[in-house]
């Protein structure tokens, strides 16, 4: 009896053993499988041009610039021939771009100007309850960078780089400023001349010069740490902005002046990180992107586009964009499907198994089907084309309507301004069939008055949801400022 007991207990014990084996060996697969899950959300990089217009790159038909790295970007991936950028100006468009969110919903619809100590916009940036791509990445285990301009905001509380959710950052407070000391905006002026690592300067009146390298070089040392990933990163360049100051290199290489010289030392940034991609084997689980922030300033080229940086035109809205990630998307498209810069907000939170804001609109989109060739179908019905708070636009696929405004409306950047090919001042509705007259040359209002009467419902829809000139709307995040469309009236003086 009791041989048979002892007997059973050993064969208890084998199998509580055998169990616990099976156990660990289940145990030890899950968590391979795991962190084989989390190994294949794939790295992002966003390389962010500034001013940079339509028609200033090779593969979209720039004259005397070569943009060999940048172009590789659409060979090897995505070219998007109708990127929607929802602001016409830098701050509003970097909000959107955050956020997913137009930038009268967000709260930035014009832009920062820190260069006065009593401005009203010296205190003004980014919500700090507006949800950024960094902070919805972080929960899905990504590690973030913002290396460049910043321009919303950065003594504010809560608008920081740092307070937007980026683990890391280095660069300048918005615009280059060449500080002169009989300036009596000198101090200022040195503020937005100093280079910052978080909230530390790093540098003081730094020379533009070698801005473009050391933002490079930050990003490069950042991908090189955080190789296992993943990693976000948001390279946000000072090009093509003015001033124009290449680095000594690079001035003469292109026939377009400092302007094209400029172009060439980004493309040639660019070449670099995609350098670094391959050589640390990340190249086929990173999605980078190329795009600007808004068209060409009157320096640049907005290619067959009409109007330039600060209006509602297509020059001013339209820029190019390529998107590059080898095991996902098919090389070689070619896409007139119209996107935006909002639909990276959703994209991201779906290639990385991100929770998506449940208590606010985002008006961008997940783009991933059109990426992959699944389909070419935009997934945007209406688009909205705002100069600051001034609904002057809306487009539905081929047609765009311009709305009725007046120098009043405008503003603080179009005072002064004259109308004519600005459309600054307008006293009729003009309807462009972008299909066939992506210049907006001729207003085809006349012809098509069903089509005119079409946008009725999507005005109202705008102004009473996202507000306008003296409206305030239902969903709008309002500046903390009486008329932020005049919040600049000192420039002028």
């Avoid at 205190?123 to 902070?135: K, M, V």
């Avoid at 670099?272 to 050589?279: E, M, N, P, V």
Wanted: aromatic fraction near 8%; hydrophobic fraction near 35%; include cysteine.
């Amino acid at each position: 009896m009791k041989n048979t007991l002892n007997l059973c207990l050993m064969l208890i014990l084998a199998s509580f053993v055998s169990g616990c084996e099976t156990l660990k060996e289940t145990s030890t697969e899950s968590n391979k499988g795991s962190v084989q899950k989390a190994a294949l959300k794939p790295n992002i990089v966003i390389i962010f041009a500034d001013d940079l217009g339509y028609g200033d790159i090779s593969s979209f038909g720039a004259d005397g610039i070569r943009t060999p790295n940048i172009d590789s970007i659409g060979q090897e991936g995505f070219t998007s021939r109708d990127f929607f950028i929802p602001a016409n100006v830098c701050s509003p468009s970097r909000a959107s771009l955050l956020t997913g969110r137009y930038p009268m919903r967000n709260g930035m619809p014009v832009a920062v100007n820190p260069l006065s100590e009593k401005h009203v916009s010296s205190h003004f940036g980014l919500h700090p309850d507006e949800i950024t791509i960094p902070e919805m990445l972080k929960p899905a285990g990504y590690r973030s960078l913002m290396v460049g301009k910043w321009h919303l905001g950065f003594q504010q509380k809560g608008s920081h780089p740092l307070d937007a959710g980026f683990d890391e950052h280095l660069g300048l407070l918005g615009n280059y400023y060449k500080a002169r000391e009989n300036d009596p905006r000198y101090p200022i002026l040195k503020d937005n001349q100093t280079l910052y690592r978080g909230h530390e300067a790093v540098k003081e009146e730094i020379e533009l010069e070698e801005v473009t390298q050391r933002y490079t070089d930050e990003v490069i040392s950042f991908i090189e740490r955080e190789k296992d990933g993943p990693f976000f990163v948001y390279f946000a360049h000072n090009i093509v902005h003015s001033p124009h100051l290449p680095r000594k290199e690079f001035q003469g290489t292109s026939e377009k002046g400092k302007y094209g010289d400029f172009i060439h030392e980004m493309d040639y940034s660019t070449g670099r990180i995609l350098a670094t991609l391959k050589r640390l084997n990340l190249e086929e689980n990173t999605l980078v992107i190329f795009t600007s922030d808004n068209g060409a300033n009157y320096a640049g080229n907005n290619g067959e586009l009409a109007g330039v940086k600060y209006t509602t035109m297509e020059g001013g809205h339209i820029v190019p964009a390529m998107l590059k990630w080898p095991s996902v998307i098919p090389a070689g498209q070619d896409s007139k499907t119209t996107l935006t810069s909002m639909d990276l907000f959703p994209l991201f939170a779906d290639i990385a198994g991100a929770q998506m804001p449940q208590d606010r609109t985002i008006d961008g989109k997940n783009i991933i089907r059109v990426l992959r060739g699944e389909t070419t179908d935009t997934p945007h019905d209406v688009l909205y084309y705002y100069n600051g708070t001034n609904l002057q636009a809306i487009r539905k696929g081929r047609w765009k309507l311009h709305l009725p405004r007046t120098i009043a409306d405008q503003p603080f950047w179009h005072e002064g301004s004259q109308g004519g090919r600005m459309l600054t001042e307008l006293d009729h509705v003009l309807l462009f069939d972008l299909a066939t007259d992506r210049g907006e040359t001729i207003n085809v209002a006349d012809q098509h008055p069903d089509i005119v009467a079409s946008f009725d419902k999507d005005i109202l829809k705008a102004k009473r949801e996202l507000g306008d000139v003296n409206i305030v709307g239902s969903d709008q995040r309002v500046p903390p400022m009486e008329n932020p469309q005049k919040i600049n009236r000192w420039w002028r003086n």
